[in-house]
């Protein structure tokens, strides 16, 4: 029922951009606290940013600054924009809608190179 599909990852050098897209599906965004967490390799997966059904952000310390998470209600869609991109950035990205126990989608694979 509820279908979260990430897309725009992608391997970029040291201090470039990407944007990622998480297409909603059976929910609607707006009406949810999103999520996106990463998973790095070797390590546990980690909640990097946060919007409310308000607009309140959030972010981890380590991407503050850098990242920036937004959506487009008419497109059900929830990005994140991803600045300034450091090798301990790599990983893969997923979206997640806050409070429930959603099946974890395929993410996005994101690899930053030195």
């Known amino acids: 029922q509820v279908h979260l599909v990430e897309s725009g990852g992608g391997l970029v050098q040291a201090g470039g951009s990407l944007r990622l897209s998480c297409a909603a599906s059976?929910?609607?965004?707006?009406?949810?606290?999103m999520e996106w967490y990463r998973q790095a390799p070797g390590k546990q997966r980690e909640l990097v940013a946060r919007?409310?059904?308000?607009?309140?952000?959030t972010y981890v310390d380590s991407v503050k600054g850098r990242f920036t998470i937004a959506r487009d209600n008419t497109k059900n869609t929830v990005y994140l924009q991803m600045n300034s991109l450091k090798p301990e950035d790599t990983g893969v990205y997923y979206c997640?809608?806050?409070?429930?126990?959603?099946?974890w989608g395929q993410g996005a694979q994101v690899t930053v190179s030195s």
């Open positions: 919007i409310t059904v308000s607009g309140i952000t």
């Open positions: 997640k809608r806050w409070g429930y126990s959603d099946s």
């Open positions: 059976g929910i609607i965004v707006s009406m949810n606290t």
